[in-house]
T-cell receptor, first 113, second 115 residues
Framework: KAGVTQTPRYLIKTRGQQVTLSCSPI?????VSWYQQTPGQGLQFLFE???????NKGNFPGRFSGRQFSNSRSEMNVSTLELGDSALYLC????????????FGPGTRLTVT | AQSVTQLGSHVSVSEGALVLLRCNYS??????LFWYVQYPNQGLQLLLK??????LVKGINGFEAEFKKSETSFHLTKPSAHMSDAAEYFC?????????????FGRGTSLIVHP
C-alpha cells in the first residue's frame, strides 16, 4: 500500500506571495491532518479534515486554510506569506480521528525569502 | 487544555545501554497517547500508542511504553540501544474536548547513540 505523498517536497517563495501544498493520503484513509514543524515552535497542529469537512482546527491565523476533496486528497493554502512561515509542513492521514494512528508524509519544506 | 512535556531535549546513551525517554502529559479527560520517531529529512513514524486497556504498550523496533495515570506519564523505553535508534522522538497526546481531538506534541527528544 502506498504511503502518504506530499508535493512539492521543496518550495521557495517570496514574502507576500501565496502557496498551495498538496497531500495524498493512504488509500482508504478519510482523515487528513496538517502540521507545521519549526525549530522554534516544534510540531504544531494546523487543522484536520474528514470527509471533506474540517473537523478540528489549531491556533493559526486565517491566512492558513485547507480543503479536502471527495477522493480524500487535501490541499493547504497559505496566503500573504511571512518569513515566519518558513517551516516543514507535514501531512498525516488516518482511518478516523481520535485515537487512530496517523501516518505521516515526508513533508514539504517551505522557505520564505 | 492538554499539554506534553518531554524531559531532556537530548539524551545520550551507549550502544547496548537502556534507553529511557520521558514524557509527562496533562489532560482533563482520558487521553490517547502516542510516541513517534523522526529520522532526518523524513516525516514522523508511529512507534506505539495507548488508547485503552493494557497500560504497558509494545511497539516497533523493540520499544515499549507504560501509561501511568497516577503519574501522568508515558515514558518510552528500550532495553538495548542500537546505532540505528539515533533520531528525534516525539510524545503526543490527543484527548476529546467538546468533541474535538486536537493533538498536542512535545518538543521532542534527540536520542544520540555512541558506539
Amino acid at each position: 500500500k502506498a504511503g502518504v505523498t506530499q508535493t512539492p517536497r521543496y518550495l521557495i517563495k517570496t514574502r507576500g506571495q501565496q502557496v498551495t501544498l498538496s497531500c495524498s493520503p493512504i488509500s482508504g484513509h478519510r482523515s487528513v491532518s496538517w502540521y507545521q514543524q519549526t525549530p522554534g515552535q516544534g510540531l504544531q497542529f494546523l487543522f484536520e479534515y474528514f470527509s471533506e469537512t474540517q473537523r478540528n482546527k489549531g491556533n493559526f491565523p486565517g491566512r492558513f486554510s485547507g480543503r479536502q476533496f471527495s477522493n480524500s486528497r487535501s490541499e493547504m493554502n497559505v496566503s500573504t506569506l511571512e518569513l515566519g512561515d518558513s517551516a516543514l509542513y507535514l501531512c498525516a492521514s488516518s482511518w478516523e480521528t481520535g485515537g487512530y494512528e496517523q501516518y505521516f508524509g515526508p513533508g514539504t519544506r517551505l522557505t520564505v525569502t | 487544555a492538554q499539554s506534553v512535556t518531554q524531559l531532556g531535549s537530548h539524551v545520550s546513551v551507549s550502544e547496548g545501554a537502556l534507553v529511557l525517554l520521558r514524557c509527562n502529559y496533562s489532560s482533563s479527560v482520558p487521553p490517547y497517547l502516542f510516541w513517534y520517531v523522526q529520522y532526518p529529512n523524513q516525516g514522523l513514524q508511529l512507534l506505539l500508542k495507548y488508547t485503552t486497556g493494557a497500560t504497558l504498550v509494545k511497539g516497533i523496533n523493540g520499544f515499549e511504553a507504560e501509561f501511568k495515570k497516577s503519574e501522568t506519564s508515558f515514558h518510552l523505553t528500550k532495553p538495548s540501544a542500537h546505532m540505528s535508534d539515533a533520531a528525534e522522538y516525539f510524545c503526543a497526546v490527543r484527548s476529546s474536548s467538546g468533541g474535538s481531538y486536537i493533538p498536542t506534541f512535545g518538543r521532542g527528544t534527540s536520542l544520540i547513540v555512541h558506539p
